[in-house]
């Protein structure tokens, strides 16, 4: 590891001692917090009918559906992968504002394309399209670092997290009812969301980056492999980029297999599936709202992250026992405190590169997180196929279970990274 001190890289990695930072502009976060907010609404009213939607172009077959779900995954986890780390590089050289907005107005045309698709390969190549331009997830992380002092960021990222919460109490509920009415309705109405995120950013917006604090375009930074680099260049960031590989290879079991495992485990219509989500989003949104802040004040990021982690691990870890879905429903308070690890983790990493970096850093983390959806769906849907299909054991809570291992071995990684986050306020 000394070697690499004299990459050209290391001038862009600091100590965690805070700088001074400009006040944060409160207007600036709220604009993106409402994006974020609208782009999750959108997201979220397809969660609890794609699957189905699948299954009914594959005539009723869960096993062969199940398959397609986890190969639709890997596509927009590639899109994800090859296409973030140079629109993070992007928004590091032209300003946050055209990359957020270009990603809306794309998702709102490709959920058009989805909704009219007449067969599977038009709903793949929409998913394509869609991975590539859900770009607005990590340039807004980047956005929040532009705009917040350093001792404020897990608390903001805190925010952040309650946006992408409220999405989701309000998307999968509508989701729900309108796929109750039409499979093909909620992709409509995630159209309509994201081209009205659109035309809000286009009006109100402002950028967060200073011309001054932007980086030249580097081809050698920007593309998937030279973006993660920036994580390798120091031995503390690629600690923490083994945790949140860890955490997010996890995670990638529910959007693979939590309506396939509900719906054949305690048959949930689409009604169920998008209100458990809505129930989801509410606990997600008050621990991102109400506890990040002042739990991180009180104890540190440190401990708030392995807290998460461990509670994480537990509520995975019901989700596969439960053996009806009220103990499923028990679970999510459980997981919903692992909502504490991601904005503690985000304060602790963005401290440690400089602000015309942050980009690049989202786009590499948001890399990391293509890879892990590239591995992930292919790899859940098929332990759920072999759980339910296996002549040996019956198994359905396989996915889950293996999700509360990942992020066991995540919280134990992090126990041995992540040693130097700031001493805690009292």
Known sequence: MAAMSSTPLVSELRSPTPTPTPAPTRAAFLFVFITVALDMLALGVMIPVLPKLIIELEQGNVAAAAGAVGVFGFAWAAMQFVFSPLLGAVSDRHGRRPVILLSNLGLGL??????????????????????????????????????????????????????????????????????????????????????????????ILPESLPKEKRAPFIWAKANPLGSLDL???????????LVTFLASMAHDSLPSVFVLYTDYRYHWSERMVGLCLAGVGVASTIVAALLVGPLVKRFGERLALLVGLAFGALGFGVYGWAPSGAWFLA?????????????????????RVEASAQGRLQGALASLAGITGMIGPPLFTQIF??????????WPGAPFWTSALLLSASLLVALLVAR???PASC
């Open 385 to 394: 196929a072999l759980g339910i299909s296996s002549q040996v054991v019956h």
């Open 420 to 422: 130097d986050a700031p």
């Open 331 to 351: 679970g999510i308070p459980l997981s919903a405190i692992w909502g504490l690890s991601g904005p503690a983790f985000q304060s602790l990493i963005s401290r």
């Open 110 to 203: 490709d959920y058009l394309l989805m909704a009219l698709a007449p067969n599977l390969s038009w709903l793949f190549v929409g998913r394509l399209i869609s991975g590539i331009t859900s770009a607005s997830f990590s340039t807004a992380s980047a956005y929040v670092a532009d705009v917040t002092p350093e001792e404020d960021r897990a608390a903001k990222f805190g925010m952040l997290g309650a946006a992408f919460g409220l999405g989701f109490v309000v998307g999968p509920a509508l989701g729900g009812l309108l796929g109750g009415v039409s499979l093909r309705l909620p992709f409509y109405a995630a159209a309509g969301l994201s081209l009205l995120n659109a035309l809000y950013g286009f009006f």
């Open 231 to 241: 994580l390798r260049s120091h031995p503390r960031l690629l600690g923490l980029a």
